[in-house]
């Protein structure tokens, strides 16, 4: 007996080659987009990599090196007595620390004790907290450089790095929605146990708290690279400079070397890349735990 097939049927090999040609489709479209978003990168690539003298700016634009390969000018970029890159880049990298160190042992501890702790006032605490973000940094710049400038610290790291030690709304805000996730039961299994508060929240708590922590680390690290109007303010010295300000120093309006100035944006791109490759899963999984619990 044949079976009757109804009308519109199609073969189960054509709905796979659909679905193949669908999925083809789909990828050459987000190859295509990669490579209009990478296009920028691969023209400074390729004046990085000029010698002087070359032209720069050609037309039609030169997206990838083809003629020239001069890589002393990064050697140059990093090493170039009158613009240390290298230096500049191991300042930025001290204040990091600080801060790293300052805003994860101030915003964690604030953070448990909204979290974790039970005590009077602690949701009007919080909310003032929380309205202390709408205060924009710059009506703070003039009374905290003046106030900085009287303690002596003016020409130093110290106003970069010791405001950290005094925690970060958004960072205890954050640290604190990731805290509440955490089952009290543990806390209770801790105090049977005869562990203190300050006991739980530095072998337990803590410990769970790894992937915020990793995006309060990763948002560090962005904030302190790239910031100029701070290191500006308060840095004197070229040899204690940021690389943002070496980076903006390169960018001269007489006899501007494009070839060394492209290196150094080069390097000044790929520490962040680095880190959040190799941070992604804990800052994708920090970012999307944060605000299950209100």
């Not at 009757?4 to 679905?19: A, C, D, E």
């Not at 007595?81 to 230096?87: D, I, K, S």
């Not at 010791?162 to 929605?177: M, T």
């Not at 910031?227 to 010295?237: A, E, F, M, S």
Request: charged share 10%; net charge positive.
């Amino acid at each position: 007996m044949q079976l009757v097939r109804p009308r519109g049927y199609l073969p189960s090999y054509v709905y796979r080659g659909i679905k193949v040609i669908t999925i083809a489709i789909e990828y050459l479209v987000l190859i295509a987009l990669c490579g209009f978003v990478l296009m920028p990168i691969g023209w400074m690539f390729t004046v990085s990599l000029k010698p002087e003298g070359v032209p720069v700016f050609t037309i039609p634009p030169e997206w990838f090196p083809t003629r020239y390969w001069e890589w002393s000018n990064f050697v140059e970029a990093l090493l170039t007595p009158t613009r240390p890159f290298l230096t500049y880049t191991l300042n930025t990298l001290v204040i990091f620390s600080g801060n790293v160190i300052g805003s994860l042992f101030s915003c964690s501890l604030v953070s448990f004790a909204f979290a974790r702790m039970r005590f009077r006032g602690s949701a009007w605490w919080f909310n003032f907290l929380i309205i202390t973000m709408l205060i924009p940094w710059q009506v703070l710049m003039i009374p905290q450089f003046l106030m900085f400038h009287k303690l002596g610290w003016y020409g130093t790291y110290l106003p970069l790095i010791v405001p950290a030690f005094f925690g970060n709304a958004f960072f205890i805000f954050l640290i604190r929605q990731y805290m509440r996730t955490i089952p009290r039961e543990l806390d209770d299994a801790a105090r049977i146990d005869g562990c203190n508060y300050l006991q739980i929240y530095w072998h337990i708590i803590l410990p769970l708290c790894v992937p915020v922590l990793t995006v309060v680390v990763v948002f560090l690290f962005l904030g302190s690279w790239g910031d100029l109007l701070g290191p500006l303010i308060y840095l004197d010295n070229n040899k204690k400079f940021t690389v943002a300000i070496g980076l903006a120093n390169f960018a001269t309006r007489a006899n501007p070397n494009n070839n060394q100035l492209m290196a150094a944006n080069l390097i000044m791109m790929l520490p962040p890349m680095l880190i959040y490759f190799f941070a992604q899963d804990k800052l994708i999984g920090g970012i999307s735990s944060v605000g299950l619990k209100g």
